[in-house]
T-cell receptor, first 113, second 114 residues
Framework: KAGVTQTPRYLIKTRGQQVTLSCSPISGHRSVSWYQQTPGQGLQFLFE???????NKGNFPGRFSGRQFSNSRSEMNVSTLELGDSALYLC????????????FGQGTRLTVV | TQLLEQSPQFLSIQEGENLTVYCNSS?????LQWYRQEPGEGPVLLVTVVTGGEVKKLKRLTFQFGDARKDSSLHITAAQPGDTGLYLC??????????????FGQGTTLQVKP
């Protein structure tokens, strides 16, 4: 069974641009969550999607958004990039909402210059 | 804000030594998970503990969930260089508004020298 797949693995963007990251969950998993990992803040929750609806959201500005498709694949978008958005963005999938096990992808390393 | 305090932040030991990593909070968690992460990769799930007082063993790793479900520990016996990595605890707070949201500790960077 394939794991969580995130694309692209690496991305370099300029301040002010926008970026879209993609996540394909484990087959059969319906819940997808996104996290931002930085050296200073560690792993922080961005949002969770289930059945194409955002179910939970972390404390991030509105520039961070996401969506989930009917096949459970998810995308997250960051608009008007800032230098501080440079981070490893991780996607995690779970079988259902409320299931405790979350399986992470390899992440997308975003660098904003 | 729910927090998970993880300690120590850094640990450098010799092969064969034992170590314990702690994860503490003032909040009650419905479950707690331990992950291991290598540089440039995503966290890999090691174990999930759900019941207060629960102890789980994974080869040389022993995980314990506190009776009150506010703390957890990871003990590694006879550490090996292959155990080197970032160890993260993560929990889900009780409450429907917290479903799907993992709170992470800051992590413990473990280096095991041959």
């Amino acid at each position: 069974k394939a794991g969580v797949t995130q694309t692209p693995r690496y991305l370099i963007k300029t301040r002010g641009q926008q970026v879209t990251l993609s996540c394909s969950p484990i087959s059969g998993h319906r819940s997808v969550s996104w996290y931002q990992q930085t050296p200073g803040q560690g792993l922080q929750f961005l949002f969770e999607y289930f059945s194409e609806t955002q179910r939970n959201k972390g404390n991030f500005p509105g520039r961070f958004s996401g969506r989930q498709f009917s096949n459970s694949r998810s995308e997250m978008n960051v608009s008007t990039l800032e230098l501080g958005d440079s981070a490893l963005y991780l996607c995690a999938s779970s079988l259902e909402r409320g299931r405790t096990e979350a399986f992470f992808g390899q992440g997308t390393r975003l660098t904003v210059v | 804000t729910q927090l998970l305090e993880q300690s120590p932040q850094f640990l450098s030991i010799q092969e064969g030594e034992n170590l314990t990593v702690y994860c503490n909070s003032s909040s009650v968690f419905s479950s707690l998970q331990w992950y291991r992460q290598e540089p440039g990769e995503g966290p890999v799930l090691l174990v999930t503990v759900v019941t207060g007082g629960e102890v789980k063993k994974l080869k040389r790793l022993t995980f314990q969930f506190g009776d009150a479900r506010k703390d957890s520990s990871l003990h590694i016996t006879a550490a090996q260089p292959g155990d080197t990595g970032l160890y993260l605890c993560a929990g889900t707070n009780i409450g429907s508004s917290n479903t799907g949201k993992l709170i992470f500790g800051q992590g413990t960077t473990l280096q095991v020298k041959p």
